[in-house]
């Protein structure tokens, strides 16, 4: 499984739309940044710390098709990153995270 973190309103707007298009970072990246199991508590961590009303997606790459490349980012670590929407249909669970808990450890726990 891979994972995206996103505000909880961004994920509500996907359900309405059947598809997620991207946050502002990933629309000037050009493709929807997720991140692999290794990697998405060291995201919460750089990308989200004191963040709240924050959603974890769990999305079955193999749901993903040709659109999903890993490719080099952060220290060279090879990171998923979907060239499209991410459609409803590839996530297999979305879990809001607490807001009374730092958020790389409520991924922790989520993740395992």
Request: net charge negative; hydrophobic share 45%.
């Amino acid at each position: 499984m891979i994972y995206k973190l996103l505000a909880t309103t961004e994920w509500d707007d996907a359900l309405a739309a059947g598809h997620f298009a991207g946050t502002a970072l990933d629309h000037q990246d050009g493709f929807v940044h997720l991140s692999g199991p290794d990697q998405v508590v060291e995201t919460a961590r750089r990308h989200f710390t004191g963040a709240t009303g924050l959603t974890l997606l769990t999305v079955d790459p193999s749901r993903l098709g040709g659109r999903l490349r890993w490719e080099p980012s952060r220290g060279s670590q090879l990171f998923p990153h979907l060239y499209g929407p991410l459609p409803v249909t590839a996530v297999v669970a979305a879990a809001a995270l607490p807001a009374d808990v730092p958020v790389a450890d409520a991924v922790a726990a989520l993740v395992g």
